[in-house]
């Protein structure tokens, strides 16, 4: 598999525009932090979360034509902090507060709140009457976060103790392949968008992505890249985890409906034995076993969970909407200049 | 340094989780009634223990749609 390195996409408003240009020239030249962002709704702003996810990708992969050292350059990093700071209000005034109940036993918590997410049916629709058409929207959506399946929570990794770092490696070493890069998560959507006739280069529909879409991968990027954050990160995990076993057997039954053979639905396949393995680790090991340790990162613990579950939420309720409205979810391709 | 004496295979641990499956670790090997052994591609899996999984005896995460309730440790006698 090739190197990852994407391109600069188009800018989709004054902050990307900003942002990019300067990227373009040398580390810490010609970048003015915005000042306070007057967004009426972050998560759906497509300018800000396209210049978010940018920004952050400096973190993952390199862009080309971009410095490298652009990644800890100060003048970067304040301005993404103007980026962060409306998201993760939008984002905290979605999430309702954790009860001292919760907060006694994390993991109990985590089943609760997991067993009761009522996002839209998504998995359900495209099971019995998902388009081929839009099940490939949804697998271009994903591979915004997919193609780097468990990077985002890796971060976490270093700021654990004993316990529920052990418990997060048991997870990420299978997420990674257990050692077999073929095996890897993010090389089986590799694989799976190429058995569907899709680009499976790292970025290469990033310009048909929606604001939502973004969004659904800055939240885990923003709490991975934050010490702080370091027990919503986990939340996050869990949360992901603990909805994505029965998920993704529909995802599988959506391809074989649709005709698609195994190459195309191994990687939904490998996702139900897996998630079915990891979701009792991440919730009790993993999250019980660092609120257990840091009883004051629980209530983010949740918070992650919760924001997942929400940001989820609104992205699968984009796709339904679109879908009901007769219209693709992703972003009209570029209009080619005259 | 390695310790040619050193005992590398670890032994089996099978952990019950709450209203979960069993997850299994250690050196093991998952055989059917006949003895033939059931390929398994990673370290740790999940034992269905519900019943109620579409791939037993591997869990497929259907215990959270049918409701299954069971405690970690075991259950107490009736009366005690």
New interface residues.
């Given amino acids: 598999m090739a190197r990852r390195l994407i391109d600069l996409p188009s800018p989709r408003g004054c902050l990307s525009e900003l942002l990019f240009a300067a990227l373009e020239g040398p580390p810490d030249e010609g970048l003015e932090a915005p000042g306070a962002i007057d967004s009426g709704d972050p998560i759906a702003d497509e300018d800000l979360q396209l210049a978010l996810y940018v920004a952050y990708e400096i973190h993952y992969t390199g862009i080309r034509g971009v410095d490298e050292a652009w990644e800890w350059t100060p003048s970067l990093l304040a301005f993404r902090a103007e980026l962060e700071r409306p998201f993760e209000a939008a984002m905290a005034e979605l999430v309702e507060p954790a009860s001292e109940q919760e907060l006694a036993s994390v993991?109990?918590a985590l089943?609760a709140i997991t067993?009761e997410d009522a996002g839209p049916p998504l998995s359900r629709y495209l099971e019995t009457q998902g388009t081929l058409e839009q099940m490939l929207e949804h697998v271009v959506h994903r591979s915004a976060y997919q193609l780097k399946e468990a990077d985002p929570h890796s971060w976490v990794i270093p700021r654990l103790s004993p316990r529920p770092k052990a418990a997060l490696l048991?997870v990420q070493?299978?997420e990674y392949g257990?050692g077999s890069a073929e095996?890897m998560h993010s090389v089986l959507f590799a694989k799976t968008m190429e058995a569907l006739g899709l680009d499976p280069a790292y970025g290469a529909y990033l310009e048909r992505m929606p604001a939502v879409t973004l969004a659904t991968v800055n939240l885990m990027t923003g709490l991975g890249l934050q010490r702080r954050r370091r027990g919503a990160s986990v939340g996050h995990l869990a949360a992901f985890e603990?909805t994505s076993?029965?998920p993704n057997?529909r995802y599988g039954n959506a391809l074989r409906r649709l005709g698609c053979d195994r190459e195309a639905t191994h990687f939904y396949d490998e996702h139900?034995?897996?998630?079915?393995?990891h979701?009792?680790?991440a919730a009790?090991d993993l999250a019980g076993g660092l609120a257990a340790e840091e009883p004051e990162v629980a209530a983010d613990i949740l918070f992650g969970a919760r924001a997942l579950l929400q940001i989820e939420a609104r992205w699968a309720t984009h796709l339904m909407d679109s879908w009901e409205r007769g219209e693709t979810s992703l972003r009209e391709p570029a209009a080619v200049p005259a | 340094m390695v310790d040619p004496n050193h005992d590398e295979s670890s032994p089996v641990t099978i952990t019950p989780y709450p209203d979960g499956p069993y997850l299994v670790r250690g050196d093991f090997v998952v055989r059917d009634q006949a003895g033939n052994e059931l390929p398994t591609e990673r370290r740790t899996i999940a034992l269905c223990r519900c019943g109620k999984s579409r791939m037993r005896p591997f869990c497929d995460g259907t215990h959270k749609l049918v409701g299954f309730r069971a405690p970690s440790g075991r259950e107490p006698w009736p009366g005690d």
């Fill in positions: 993991g109990a089943q067993a048991e070493t299978d257990g095996r603990m076993s029965i057997r139900v034995e897996a998630d079915a393995v979701e009792n680790i009790w």
